[in-house]
T-cell receptor, first 115, second 115 residues
Framework: AQTVTQSQPEMSVQEAETVTLSCTYD???????LFWYKQPPSRQMILVIR??????QNATENRFSVNFQKAAKSFSLKISDSQLGDAAMYFC????????????FGTGTRLQVTL | DGGITQSPKYLFRKEGQNVTLSCEQN?????MYWYRQDPGQGLRLIYY???????QKGDIAEGYSVSREKKESFPLTVTSAQKNPTAFYLC??????????????FGPGTRLTVT
C-alpha cells in the first residue's frame, strides 16, 4: 500500500520569504500523480499544484513550485514571496494511475506566515 | 457556477441516531468520494464511487453507508455503529476520463458533532 509522509507538522515563514514543505512517499508503482492541496481556515480544500510522475520537469504554478525527485520518492513544495494568505494546512497526496482513483494523503503541515 | 455542495455545514446529533450527510456536484464528474478528517491526521477515505449504482469501501468504511442513485449525488449515512463519528467530513469528485485532470475537487465540508 502507498504511504505519504509529511515530517514537518508546523512551519513558519516571514512575509515575502521562501519556504519549502517536505513530502516523501512510498510506492512500488512507476506511474502515478502527486498533488499539493491547501486547506485554509475555511477548511475548503484547494488544489495548489499537480505533478505527473512520467514528467521529468518540475511543475510550477505562479509562486508555487515543486522539487520532484522520483528516485528518492520526494515531492517538496516551494512557496516563493510568501503572503499572509498562504497561511494554511498543506497536504501532500498520492494517486495511482493503475488502480482505483483514491487519493492517499499525508498528515499535513501547518504553515504560519508572519509579518 | 460549477461546484460541489455539502449540507449542512454543521450537524449535531445524539448518540445512537443515524445521520445522512448530503453531497451534490454539477461538474458532470463520474467519480465521487467521502473523506473523514480528524485533528492531526490527514484525510482518510470512507467510500468512493466511480459510476452510478456502484461504490467501493475505502480505508475506514465501518459504521458508514452510501448510495449512488444519481451521477450528481453521493449521500453518506453515519450509522449508530460508527464508534467515534464526531469529525469533519469532506466530499470530493473527479473526472475519471479526462487525461489532463485527475485531481479531486472538494466541497466545503460538514462538521458533525455527536453527543
Amino acid at each position: 500500500a502507498q504511504t505519504v509522509t509529511q515530517s514537518q507538522p508546523e512551519m513558519s515563514v516571514q512575509e515575502a520569504e521562501t519556504v519549502t514543505l517536505s513530502c516523501t512517499y512510498d510506492t512500488s508503482e512507476s506511474d502515478y500523480y502527486l498533488f499539493w492541496y491547501k486547506q485554509p481556515p475555511s477548511r475548503q480544500m484547494i488544489l495548489v499544484i499537480r505533478q505527473e510522475a512520467y514528467k521529468q520537469q518540475n511543475a510550477t504554478e505562479n509562486r508555487f513550485s515543486v522539487n520532484f525527485q522520483k528516485a528518492a520518492k520526494s515531492f517538496s513544495l516551494k512557496i516563493s514571496d510568501s503572503q499572509l494568505g498562504d497561511a494554511a494546512m498543506y497536504f501532500c497526496a498520492y494517486r495511482s494511475v493503475s488502480t482505483a482513483s483514491k487519493l492517499t494523503f499525508g498528515t499535513g503541515t501547518r504553515l504560519q506566515v508572519t509579518l | 457556477d460549477g461546484g460541489i455542495t455539502q449540507s449542512p455545514k454543521y450537524l449535531f446529533r445524539k448518540e445512537g441516531q443515524n445521520v445522512t450527510l448530503s453531497c451534490e456536484q454539477n461538474l458532470n464528474h463520474d467519480a465521487m468520494y467521502w473523506y473523514r478528517q480528524d485533528p492531526g491526521q490527514g484525510l482518510r477515505l470512507i467510500y468512493y464511487s466511480q459510476i452510478v449504482n456502484d461504490f467501493q469501501k475505502g480505508d475506514i468504511a465501518e459504521g458508514y453507508s452510501v448510495s449512488r442513485e444519481k451521477k450528481e449525488s453521493f449521500p453518506l449515512t453515519v450509522t449508530s455503529a460508527q464508534k467515534n463519528p464526531t469529525a469533519f467530513y469532506l466530499c470530493a469528485s473527479s473526472s475519471e476520463f479526462s487525461f489532463s485532470s485527475y485531481e479531486q475537487y472538494f466541497g466545503p465540508g460538514t462538521r458533525l458533532t455527536v453527543t
